[in-house]
């Protein structure tokens, strides 16, 4: 036990260290760039994206929404059409599959929470003039697995009522969460916009983030109709979908005030 409080408090600082190390480096734009500097907030559903290796014919995993994510964003004008981005979000991770046969739902559990930093550069295209922009989106995040070390078991017995393939369906699951502690994403987004008065710009964007290392692997064993044992394996490299909701505020006022006193 005092092992896992260590190694909580460890997480915590070196979480620290990145974050801090982000704003370090982003201080110089801030106080010296005759740009805008933008402080957001955003928040929204996103749908984890599973893939399945299976040595029977019963799995698959759809996309599947499990709790929003949220965080806080800065960012500053390079110039008028081009911002850089960065900030912090909290991700709470699902896990999930399928078996093909069973009726509607799916089952969905706890899987880890991540800490995220993203590197975003944005372009803005306007629709109209000073109101509405079109703004898409590329970069990077640096995400920090908090429940690195851990595993996780389950276990289910369904039985189906009605005209389902079906007659009875039985899992057991094992998950790993100790394969990567820090893993980096790939992100493209595309957002709308809208002013609604000046200092303040509402929002709405669509996020894909793909990653190229497993965070999660959830061995399966599963019978169907009472018939042989079949395996396979769910993972995923912790990529998502994401739909957001925002507000943001020009805060170069700021910045203009601090330096004209």
């Excluded at 092992?3 to 110089?28: G, H, W």
């Excluded at 709470?92 to 599959?97: A, P, T």
């Excluded at 893993?183 to 200092?199: H, M, N, R, S």
């Amino acid at each position: 036990m005092e092992a896992y409080y260590i190694f909580k408090a460890l997480t915590f600082i070196d979480m620290k260290r990145v974050i801090i190390s982000t704003f370090v480096m982003l201080l110089p734009f801030l106080a010296f760039t005759q740009n805008k500097t933008y402080l957001g907030v955003e928040t929204g559903p996103k749908f984890e994206r599973y893939q399945y290796t299976d040595n029977g014919d019963g799995l698959y995993t759809p996309p599947f929404f499990f709790s929003p994510i949220v965080g806080f964003t800065i960012g500053q004008e390079l110039n008028k059409r081009l911002t850089a981005e960065t900030g912090f979000y909290l991700n709470n991770y699902g896990e999930s599959y399928r078996i093909r046969g069973e009726g509607f739902g799916y089952r969905v559990s706890d899987a880890y929470l991540a800490f995220q930093i993203p590197l975003r550069l944005k372009a803005r295209f306007q629709v109209i003039k000073e109101r509405l922009s079109i703004v898409p989106s590329i970069g990077f995040i640096l995400a920090i697995n908090n429940n690195f070390g851990s595993t996780g078991s389950g276990h289910s017995f369904t039985i189906s009522s009605g005209l389902q393939q079906n007659d009875s369906t039985r899992t057991q699951e094992s998950s790993t969460y100790s394969l990567t502690k820090t893993y980096g994403l790939v992100e493209a987004g595309l957002a709308v916009e809208y002013t609604i008065k000046k200092p303040l710009i509402l929002y709405l964007a669509t996020n894909y983030a793909a990653g190229w290392n497993r965070v999660v692997e959830m061995d399966v064993q599963y019978w169907i109709n009472d018939g042989p044992e079949q395996t396979g394996m769910v993972y995923s490299n912790g990529g998502y979908y994401s739909l957001v909701f925002g507000v943001k505020c020009d805060i170069s006022n700021l910045w203009t005030h601090s330096q004209d006193e």
